[in-house]
């Protein structure tokens, strides 16, 4: 027998008839979320074989999006009246695996529900379900990339990506939550990777043909190594005289 007082059975049978009305006035309205009509009078063409094969496209979406909608309500409804037909048994409110009294919580939240939270069904994929292409999309650029293979410097899908993207994306400066990014080169994917250069020291020290004559050009790698702390900074002039100091140095 139903655990629940008359009073609480009339409350809850009331909250599911409100609700099945209110679902079935919704597919009223919507001309039964559009599944009232054709395909073919929604898009007033005669014939699906035309010049606008994204406007087909489109519908076709719209459609299927239609349709899993209308499966939806279709399963609600059948849900509350199975629900009602518990009440007329005398067996609403009672879990259908345990046999145990489902919390009126639970029932404010769901009037519909035939279990309880431990023995609901759960509607979710096995590992061995899985669709067989996130082998190939996880991890980052898939199987392509390469950069945890010891011993690996070739080209990769990773590399492949970065050229592409120098081409130019939706991403701006102002969409960086690095507040210093100041430059659309820098929004690319590892945008702080050494191009060129191994050692940050490489990308500012110059010599000449010779190599016997050595330059320091203070660009932007060169101040963030001295930020960085792995400079001495000695090179740096006098900060009174910083103002007439040149861009390079010579050794």
Same mark, same amino acid.
């Given at each position: 027998?139903?655990? &629940?007082?008359?009073?609480? *059975?009339?409350?809850?049978?009331?909250?599911?008839?409100?609700? #099945?009305? @209110? %679902?079935? !006035? +919704?597919?009223?309205?919507?001309?039964?979320?559009?599944?009232?009509?054709?395909?073919?009078?929604?898009?007033?063409?005669?014939?699906?074989?035309?010049?606008?094969?994204?406007?087909?496209?489109?519908?076709?979406?719209?459609?299927?999006?239609?349709?899993?909608?209308?499966?939806?309500?279709? &399963?609600?409804?059948?849900? *509350?009246?199975?629900?009602?037909?518990?009440?007329?048994?005398? #067996?609403? @409110? %009672?879990? !259908? +695996?345990?046999?145990?009294?489902?919390?009126?919580?639970?029932?404010?939240?769901?009037?519909?529900?035939?279990?309880?939270?431990?023995?609901?069904?759960?509607?979710?994929?096995?590992?061995?379900?899985?669709?067989?292409?996130?082998?190939?999309?996880?991890?980052?650029?898939?199987?392509?990339?390469?950069?945890?293979?010891?011993?690996?410097?070739?080209?990769?899908?990773?590399?492949?990506?970065?050229?592409?993207?120098?081409?130019?994306?939706?991403?701006?400066?102002?969409?960086?939550?690095?507040?210093?990014?100041?430059?659309?080169?820098?929004?690319?994917?590892?945008?702080?990777?050494?191009?060129?250069?191994?050692?940050?020291?490489?990308?500012?020290?110059?010599?000449?043909?010779?190599?016997?004559?050595?330059?320091?050009?203070?660009?932007?790698?060169?101040?963030?190594?001295?930020?960085?702390?792995?400079?001495?900074?000695?090179?740096?002039?006098?900060?009174?005289?910083?103002?007439?100091?040149?861009?390079?140095?010579?050794?």
């Amino acid at each position: 027998m139903t655990p &629940l007082t008359p009073q609480q *059975i009339s409350h809850y049978r009331q909250m599911l008839v409100n609700m #099945k009305q @209110g %679902i079935e !006035q +919704a597919q009223l309205d919507s001309e039964h979320n559009g599944l009232a009509f054709s395909l073919k009078d929604e898009t007033g063409e005669l014939s699906p074989i035309d010049n606008h094969p994204g406007d087909m496209g489109t519908e076709m979406f719209e459609r299927s999006k239609d349709m899993a909608l209308h499966e939806q309500q279709d &399963l609600k409804l059948e849900r *509350i009246d199975t629900a009602l037909k518990a009440i007329e048994e005398g #067996k609403y @409110g %009672i879990c !259908q +695996a345990c046999g145990q009294p489902i919390p009126t919580d639970r029932l404010d939240a769901l009037p519909d529900a035939a279990f309880c939270v431990e023995h609901a069904p759960r509607q979710h994929l096995e590992d061995n379900q899985r669709p067989v292409e996130e082998s190939f999309l996880a991890p980052a650029f898939g199987r392509s990339n390469r950069d945890d293979d010891d011993g690996y410097n070739g080209f990769d899908g990773e590399d492949a990506w970065q050229i592409v993207e120098h081409w130019g994306n939706s991403n701006s400066p102002a969409m960086s939550d690095n507040r210093e990014v100041d430059s659309y080169n820098e929004m690319y994917s590892e945008a702080d990777e050494n191009d060129g250069f191994v050692e940050p020291i490489e990308s500012f020290l110059a010599t000449d043909i010779t190599g016997r004559v050595v330059s320091v050009v203070r660009n932007r790698q060169y101040h963030e190594y001295l930020s960085h702390g792995e400079g001495d900074g000695e090179l740096e002039a006098d900060p009174a005289q910083s103002n007439a100091a040149d861009s390079s140095t010579w050794l």
